[in-house]
């Protein structure tokens, strides 16, 4: 993405629109933070969640820089789920709706994630918001046939 597009973009997020000084910090913050020292970087989210996150991760960095990186659909599973529901997260990546269900809506996760290096960033992200009794990990992928997949 070039800079005009990424800019473009912060632009038209509906939380960036709402608080443009503080996503612009978030944005700024996060590039020295991850150039100044590599690797992995835990970051405050939402509640009291924490998101497990380097650069180039462009869904938890997008969360980092606005708060909800996919708005609509991470707003409406906040909205929807209720203490003790059931939130199924296939492909659940590294894990960002895990955690906004498990660990902000106090649902029962049921999360796939079959990539063996993102499966390990999901754990970790289960661990540092300890819901770990709220989440079963299924390393598998979901398709509509049984067979093998090659990521």
């Known amino acids: 993405m070039s800079p005009f597009e990424f800019l473009s973009y912060a632009n038209r997020h509906p939380l960036a629109k709402r608080a443009k000084l503080r996503a612009l910090w978030n944005i700024l913050s996060w590039q020295m933070r991850t150039r100044l020292s590599g690797g992995m970087h835990k970051v405050r989210w939402i509640d009291n969640a924490v998101l497990l996150a380097r650069k180039r991760m462009t869904g938890a ?8 990186h996919e708005f609509e659909e991470m ?7 209720r203490p003790g529901d059931l939130f199924v997260d296939v492909g659940a990546n590294i894990g960002s709706y895990t955690i906004l269900a498990a660990s902000v809506r106090k649902a029962e996760v049921i999360a796939f994630e079959p990539d063996p290096g993102t499966h390990r960033l999901l754990m ?11 989440v079963q990990v299924v390393q598998k992928a979901v398709g509509a046939e049984e067979g093998v997949i090659t990521f």
């Not at 960095?61 to 909800?68: D, P, R």
């Open 124 to 134: 970790a992200n289960i661990e540092a918001n300890a819901i770990g009794s709220k």
């Open 75 to 81: 707003g409406f599973l906040i909205h929807l789920l």
């Open 61 to 68: 960095t997008g969360n980092i820089y606005y708060g909800l």
